[in-house]
């Protein structure tokens, strides 16, 4: 039986090379009782992401990565579901291995990434069944892949020695390195590291290949052709690039791609596009040269004549608006569509028509889906309104679009909507039974004015089961970035209603610096960490208390990460307010900051360098204050990973140690294995068990 077939009878099926594929049924469960969200069902929730629908609208192809305790890891397989909603999802791989789904454009195939094999390598699997075959053979591996309109060529990256000519030599590079004993990093210049990786003289590379040419192809890819050879810059930007940064032209013989060419990278967000013949032949030719921000996620309309992208306009501030801008591939020239557009624009595509643009912009907690004309001036309609939406993608008639939904009460689930946005309906519901049996409630949104008079939004979480005669603990989460915001969207590391299922109530300020709400409102946090945000979080804190007679405005504690972890270090060094508080990948040395790789982002915060502006260093560094420590000795707990380069994990330690020195009840919690974040899953287990723990501990 073919696949398509399956997923309208609902049945399992035998494919090769695919053991059974079988329709889930996911209607939620009949239950007598809920219960409040528990670590274990956290762990149980499918991870619903990247949605592609299929060029006639009929189909969406998606990954599910739900996590693997045994090999603490996410288990990630592809799956499908008819848009209609007819049918239930289908479950296309079984290896644990794979994601990134992309569509052939007459929709008879799926290409995708997999490692079942230990590298990641490109995989087509046929629709009318069979085996999923391995496309690729690279030795360096495959980070993006995209199909090319006319179906002859896949792009893909992956990240090689620039002065290797071939794979053989990069693979003899990798050979050498692995078998030698010393294992020395070795930097001449910045950006050397990111995130959890050192770039030890690696860049991601522009790749294309021949695709299948028909369902039945026994012709293998044949070599691969490096389109930027030589070139010591990655694709996309190894600082914040992604898979939407690199697109083929409508009639496949081009490619559009951004990257950083500026030679100190680690302080410039300066993203230019570019474009290459597929063919080869030519250097990558720069289109976007005037602007000193980033230029990136270019998208072709279908009639070839333009390309959208979105550009922040202010060099070395990764925070500025996302403008809407549109570029004219006959005469070059550029336009700004959205300048009168206070929101930041992202996820672009186009109408079938070429006349509208379609973006998901970031307002007041919520993530609507957005339309405008391609025309300077055209103003931007909400076409999907009041949730959090993202990734979104069009039909090639554009008479249907796909995209995810999530709430802080419901994980991230597909939806398919009309191209005009009406009609709204969720078509997978993975989580469905689980959520059936769990009481969250959710978010109460409020203003307040601060200290200054500005009005600021927050969120409060109830308990589940709430009674309203009881009296309950806060816990005042400090979202990080320092230019992010919360949202009413499902989060695993730092889950709200997990923390509210502790019996506490969750307090969530978007205090100044939060994106969302106009751009003077972020940029209010510019050389004032602790300042204005300071008191909108102190403020929000006392409303809230004020607001909510349930609250035990005795109780209260706070917790944050990264940005988060430097409100509460600065939390620690300026008030005695709280109970507890937990500090998680904090920055409590702003002058030992510097030793961060992306140095644009304390260059633009403290409007300098620490040997060009000390003062603010100074000012704003919770180290300067580490005296006050002692005098409020607030029970504090100290949690980093030791790959942190965002963060290094020694900003952590000195405000563990500054704790100690001052017989301050404090814990150290350091993850030799993770990063910025802590993603493992028995990792994860263990941290939440620890925070709840701590907070248990000051708070009942």
Known sequence: MKIREALRSGVCIGAAGLGFVCALAMGPAATAQTKPLTMDDLLRMHRVMEPQISPDGKWVVYAVATPDLDANRNASNIWMVATDGASEPVMLTQSGHDSSPVWSPDGKRIAFLSSRDGNSEIYVLALGGGEAREWTHISTGVDIVKWSPDGKTFLFTSAVYPDCKDDACNKARDD???????????????????????????????????????????????????????????????????????????????????????????????????????????????????????????????????????????????????????????????????????????????????????????????????????????????????????????????????????????????????????????????????????????????????????????????????DATKKYPMVVLLHGGPQTMWTNAWGYRWNQELFAAQGWAVLLINRRGSTGYGQKFTDDITNDWGGKPYQDVMTGTEVAVSKYSFIDGTHVAAAGASYGGYMADWLATHTGRFKAIVSHAGIFDKTAMFATEELWFEEHDMQGTPWASPDNYKKWSPSTYAGEIGKY????????????????????????????????????????????????????????????????????
């Open 176 to 466: 050498e390195k692995a078998k030698s004993k010393v294992k020395a990093h070795v930097a001449t210049e910045l950006l050397y590291r990111h995130w959890t990786h050192w770039n030890d003289g690696k860049r991601g590379h522009l790749f294309v290949v021949a695709a299948p040419g028909n369902a039945d192809s026994s012709a293998g890819a044949g070599e691969a052709r490096d389109l930027t050879a030589g070139a010591n810059y990655d694709v996309p930007p190894d600082q914040r690039g992604g898979p939407e940064d690199i697109a083929f032209s409508p009639d496949g013989s081009e490619i559009s791609f951004t990257a950083v060419t500026d030679k100190m990278e680690a302080i410039s967000t300066n993203g230019d596009l570019f474009l290459v013949p597929v063919a080869g032949g030519a250097e990558p030719k720069k289109i976007t040269g005037a602007n000193p921000g980033f230029d990136g996620g270019p998208v072709y309309s279908p009639d070839g004549k333009y390309i959208a992208y979105h550009a922040q306009l202010t060099a070395e501030y990764e925070a500025d608006r996302w403008r809407v801008m549109l570029y004219d591939r006959a005469s070059g020239k550029i336009e700004n569509l959205s300048e009168g557009f206070d929101r930041s624009a992202g996820g672009l595509a186009w109408s079938a028509d070429s006349k509208k643009i379609y973006f998901t912009a970031e307002d007041e907690t919520q993530q609507p889906i957005y339309t405008m004309d391609a025309r300077a001036g055209a103003q931007p309609q909400k076409i999907v309104t009041d949730t959090f939406n993202t990734a979104i993608s069009l039909s090639g008639d554009g008479k249907t679009l796909a995209f995810e939904r999530t709430s802080l009460v419901m994980p991230a689930e597909i939806f398919v909507a009309a191209g005009d946005g009406s009609g709204a309906k969720q078509i997978t519901h993975h989580n469905a039974a689980a959520l059936a049996q769990i009481d969250m409630n959710p978010p109460e949104t409020f203003w307040f004015p601060s200290a200054d008079g500005v009005k600021v939004q927050a969120m409060l979480i109830k308990p589940p089961h709430f």
């Open 633 to 700: 000795k607030t029970p504090t707990l100290v949690i980093c990973g030791e790959m942190d380069y965002r963060v290094p994990y020694t900003q952590s330690l000195e405000f563990f140690s500054a704790l100690q020195r001052q017989d301050v009840p404090s814990k150290l919690v350091v993850f030799p294995d993770e990063g910025h974040w802590i993603l493992k899953p028995q990792n994860s287990q263990f941290w939440y068990s620890t925070v709840f723990d701590w907070l248990k501990t000051y708070l009942q």
